[in-house]
Each structure stands twice: as structure tokens, then as C-alpha cells.
């Protein structure tokens, strides 16, 4: 992570580079007058401290987590987990909800702060200590304009269903009901200019083949968008169909356009993803020239260019509505901040 001879940074100045960088690439406006503080908070400790790897969102490397996303392809999105490794999950949580909180009224409004309280207020006031893994997670994208939207992820125990809005409650009774392998493990909130939304994802327990989500898609009145679901699927892992376990997270929202559903794909836990699982993917939007362009530009910005190591991209994630086909999401880890190395240092010194 640094030439040899070199004394090693805090990791925040990686972090930092990163995001002016992709921040003039991209043309939006920078992130740090708005986030700066907590970047400060989270990535304190030199550049190659291997406890960086030892994280929920990004095991194995620092995490800080861009993705980017066909339906907002001009934005600068990253989640990051906070503070710094060893902070307990309730200090992430709280760390977390005092993020969302401090942006969102300024930025967004006090309707939308009184919108997030009362959506957040069963995570912000519930104990947790010893059943949380991680805590929270915090999201934030950024456009020309500034604060485009943040995001709070929390976890979710299948106790808590309930604390959700009466429509989300009733949809996640109905998953559950439909596919008994998915389990409920965490909710995000976020919050945009203009509208604010929730989401329950879950883990699907074993293996999973794609075609098997058609009954549950039925169910939500989006079953017609299977066939274009599974032929992103289908390029995207060389005409794999079949996703193994621990790989496969669903997540469901209420949208003003009907039930969405998010399939997202654990790239980790795919044995043989195709090496040329990047071109597979601009193949998969050839016929959308303007999202194709987004990505190229998006990709040169947090300086992926190619597949290379499998650990460049984390999640592959796919959204359908009853009113919108197949639209992709990429999470990527860049390569700067793989921790391997470290690591391997580390251990060749015990």
C-alpha cells in the first residue's frame, strides 16, 4: 500500500485522495466539507493497520465501499463503516444516526429529519449490545449540487418487523412466507431532497437458482421482470444461474412505481467469476449507450479499468420494478485499499 521505505499515512488520507479525485472526474461537488469529520473519526490509523480488515461491510479490505449506480449514474455514492476498528456497534450506530441526523435537517428539511426520527426511532433507541454484529453503516452520494442523499443501514432482528412501516412489515411477512431460505438481517433508510424510502434485505440461507425468485417476483407483481433479471445474471457470470450459498442477498422497498426488489450478488463468494466479468457487464448495457458511458467514466474515476484481481468488485446488484426493468448497481473496493498485502506482511513478521 506504500513504496518500501516509506512511513505510513493515516488511512484517511487515501480515503481523502479518493474521493477528490473521483469527485472532479465525475463532476460532482466534494464530499468532505460535508462528511470530512467523520472520514477524520473513521480512518485514523496508518495506511497499512491490518485491523482495517477486520470489518462487516468489507471484510479483508478498508471499508470504504463506491458503487455506482445505473439509476443515479452521475452521482459520487460510497458507504464507509464508522469510526475505527474497535469501536463497539453500538458507538457505530450511534456514530452513524448522529451522521444522518446532522445532515439531513440542514440539507434536506425538517420535514425530512421529523420523516427519518420517526422511521429510525425502534434502531436509535434499542439497546443492542451483545446480539449487534456491526452496528450501522453510513451511505452518502453526492452531484453537482452537493448532498444528493445518505443512508443509514441497521440491523434488523426478525423482533423488530413490527417497527416497520405497516406496508414494509406486511411485504417482509410475505417474503418470508414465500421463500422460508431469506432471512431478515438488516434495514436502511435514506433520505433525498425530495423523498425519503426503507428497505429490508435479507440473507438467502444455502444455494439459490435465480429462476427460483419467480413465485416470490409473482407475489410482489414484478414476476414479468424475471426474464430481463436473469439475462443480466446470465452475462454478467459467464451463464451461471446458479448462486452459492452465503452469496445472495434480496432486499424489497415500497416505491410510488410498486414493490422494488434488489437482488444483489456477493462476488467473493463466486468460485469462477469470469475474468472478463467487466466486459460483461458494458456487454450487458451495450444497447443503453448513456448508462454505458456513466460507467466507463465512473470506473476511470476510482481507476478500475479492468477485472484484474476479483477483489476490485465486491457486489453486483440488480433492482426491478413493476414499472422499471433490470438496472444495475457496482460496488467496488479499489485496489488501494485491499488490505492482502498488509496482511501478508503482518504474518511473514509473527
Not at 458503487?67 to 463497539?88: C, D, H, K, V, Y
Not at 458507538?91 to 444516526?97: C, G, K, L
Not at 440491523?155 to 421463500?179: F, H, K, W, Y
Amino acid at each position: 500500500m506504500r513504496n518500501q521505505g516509506t512511513r505510513a499515512r493515516p488511512m484517511k488520507h487515501l480515503v481523502e485522495h479518493s474521493l477528490h479525485s473521483a469527485a472532479r472526474a465525475l463532476g460532482t461537488r466534494d464530499p468532505l466539507p460535508y462528511v470530512g469529520d467523520l472520514i477524520e473519526r473513521t480512518f485514523y490509523l496508518p495506511d497499512d493497520d491490518v485491523s482495517y480488515a477486520r470489518n462487516a461491510l468489507t471484510p479483508g479490505a478498508v471499508p470504504y465501499e463506491p458503487s455506482f449506480s445505473e439509476a443515479e449514474p452521475n452521482t459520487l455514492r460510497f458507504t464507509i463503516e464508522p469510526l475505527g476498528p474497535g469501536a463497539s456497534p453500538v458507538s457505530r450506530r450511534d456514530e452513524a444516526t448522529r451522521e444522518m441526523r446532522r445532515l439531513v435537517q440542514p440539507v434536506f428539511g425538517r420535514d425530512a429529519l421529523r420523516w427519518f426520527d420517526s422511521r429510525s426511532e425502534e434502531w436509535r433507541g434499542f439497546g443492542g449490545l451483545s446480539w449487534m454484529n456491526f452496528g450501522a453503516w453510513f451511505g452518502s452520494a453526492f452531484d453537482g449540487d452537493g448532498l444528493y442523499a445518505a443512508k443509514i443501514y441497521y440491523e434488523l432482528l426478525p423482533s423488530q418487523i413490527d417497527a416497520l412501516s405497516p406496508g414494509l412489515a406486511r411485504l417482509t411477512r410475505m417474503v418470508m412466507a414465500e421463500m422460508p431460505t431469506l432471512m431478515p438481517i438488516f434495514t436502511s433508510i435514506g433520505c433525498k431532497r425530495d423523498t425519503g424510502s426503507q428497505r429490508v434485505t435479507f440473507l438467502h440461507r444455502g444455494p439459490l437458482q435465480v429462476s427460483a425468485l419467480g413465485t416470490l417476483m409473482n407475489r410482489l407483481g414484478i414476476g414479468h421482470q424475471l426474464p430481463g433479471l436473469m439475462r443480466i445474471v446470465g452475462v454478467a457470470l459467464g451463464g451461471r444461474f446458479e448462486l452459492p450459498p452465503g452469496g445472495v442477498l434480496v432486499g424489497i422497498r415500497e416505491t410510488p412505481e410498486g414493490v422494488e426488489l434488489k437482488l444483489e450478488i456477493l462476488l467473493a463468494a463466486i468460485p469462477d467469476l469470469p475474468s472478463r466479468f467487466l466486459d460483461l457487464i458494458k456487454l450487458g448495457l451495450a444497447e443503453r449507450p448513456r448508462q454505458l458511458l456513466a460507467l466507463t467514466r465512473w470506473l476511470d474515476a476510482f481507476g478500475v479499468d479492468e477485472a484484474g484481481e476479483q477483489g476490485h468488485f465486491s457486489v453486483l446488484s440488480i433492482r426491478v420494478t413493476p414499472e422499471s426493468q433490470a438496472r444495475i448497481s457496482l460496488y467496488v473496493r479499489p485496489i488501494e485499499f485491499e488490505m492482502r498485502e498488509a496482511i501478508e506482511e503482518a504474518q511473514a513478521l509473527q
